[in-house]
């Protein structure tokens, strides 16, 4: 699941429509609409504010946020699930230090 798919399917569950939503992170309804389609990425601090609009943990939209800017990073690279990997193997290795 995608950053933009969950703040979709968060809204959608509590039966707020786009524009509320919008309005509560003080952004347009327009823009809300490419982030929910993965066409836009919300500001990191907009993370805190979802999760407590919604009631949900920080740490798991800030994770399928840092998610999506990997991959805009690495979609159009033909060795783009390698550099992943080897990134994963640098995080391993700095954290075991």
């Given at each position: 699941m995608t950053i933009g798919q969950?703040?979709?399917?968060?809204?959608?569950?509590s039966g707020m429509k786009q524009?509320?939503?919008a309005a509560k992170l003080d952004i347009g309804e327009g823009f809300l609409s490419k982030v929910e389609n993965d066409q836009k990425l919300?500001?990191?601090?907009?993370?805190?504010?979802?999760?407590e609009l919604f009631n949900v943990a920080h740490s798991d939209l800030e994770i399928l946020w840092l998610a999506n800017k990997v991959y805009g990073l690495i979609k159009d690279e033909n060795h783009g699930l390698d550099a992943l990997k080897a990134a994963e193997?640098?995080?391993?290795?700095?954290?075991?230090?």
């Open positions: 969950r703040i979709r399917q968060l809204r959608e569950k524009r509320e939503l919300l500001k990191r601090k907009d993370l805190k504010k979802l999760s193997e640098q995080v391993k290795y700095s954290k075991g230090k």
